[in-house]
């Protein structure tokens, strides 16, 4: 990952916007979940085919909370009504049979006649669907099996009926979208610190990204944020209790950093606003 620049005196001082333009950052949930369908639809309005949304908070964690207590059926939702709102015939597929059980009863009535609910390794990605949703998918325990379901569901070729080269061309060019992917690759290098992901993600681009919480110092936060079509950003907030603050944008760059690129920079912003 590219190193991180170092703020200028501005951003630590006055927590003044040092790089980049003014920008929204979602405070509340149901901003970001908005934010987050908006991106969707910017991606694949620029013809990016293969989509990632992953929204790291704990209400989004589908491995730890169960989908009717956690908010990911929300931008299940959202996300089916706008692409319906398109003409498209969602499928969305969920990570295991009990997960697709629970999404039939949580899924608004409005849409459940109109989307296809099918589990990850036994339902594909039908001839007769226009756009794929995986939610949550995960392959715990580094399960190959769940890997290469994925794979499959991707690298999926055109029926042998389909003889147009053009019709199979768009076949092959079907949008299919990660929703808050853990897919880890069997790979010597992985540990619990530093996961492998699995080669075919990097065909994938970030439409929505935000972890509030990216790292956390004595006397301030960061939230690492994305939003198609904008550039990775990091946003900060103070935590002191004389300088409580809402969030402002301090660095914008086109590539993520990675976590232990920010920290060095967090511990010279607490000795600033500590002095």
Not at 44 to 58: A, W
Not at 185 to 192: N, R
Not at 218 to 235: D, G, H, M, N
Request: charged share 25%.
């Amino acid at each position: 990952a590219s190193r991180m620049p170092r703020m200028c005196e501005a951003a630590w001082m006055g927590f003044e916007e040092a790089i980049g333009h003014p920008a929204k950052f979602p405070e509340r949930m149901e901003d970001a979940l908005d934010q987050a369908g908006q991106a969707v639809l910017n991606a694949l309005d620029d013809g990016i085919f293969r989509v990632t949304v992953q929204l790291s908070m704990e209400a989004f964690d589908a491995m730890e909370v169960p989908l009717c207590q956690g908010s990911i059926m929300s931008f299940v939702n959202i996300v089916g009504e706008i692409l319906i709102e398109r003409g498209l015939r969602v499928n969305f597929i969920f990570n295991s049979v009990a997960d697709a059980s629970e999404a039939k009863h949580l899924l608004r009535g409005d849409l459940a006649e109109k989307v296809t609910i099918n589990v990850l390794g036994l339902g594909g990605f039908g001839q007769e669907d226009d756009i794929c949703v995986l939610v949550c998918p995960n392959n715990a325990g580094k399960d190959l099996r769940r890997i290469e379901d994925v794979e499959r569901l991707i690298y999926a070729g055109p029926p042998k009926s389909m003889t147009s080269r053009k019709e199979r061309r768009l076949f092959q060019q079907r949008p299919i979208i990660l929703l808050n992917p853990s897919l880890e690759a069997i790979h010597q290098h992985s540990t619990p610190a530093r996961k492998v992901e699995p080669m075919f993600m990097s065909d994938f681009t970030t439409a929505f990204f935000i972890d509030p919480l990216a790292i956390v110092s004595r006397s301030s936060e960061a939230a690492l944020f994305k939003s198609y079509p904008s550039q990775w950003q990091l946003w900060m907030r103070s935590t002191l209790p004389k300088q409580p603050s809402s969030y402002k944008l301090v660095w914008e760059k086109m590539n993520a950093p990675a976590i232990s690129d920010i920290t060095p920079v967090f511990v010279d912003a607490d000795d600033r606003l500590l002095r």
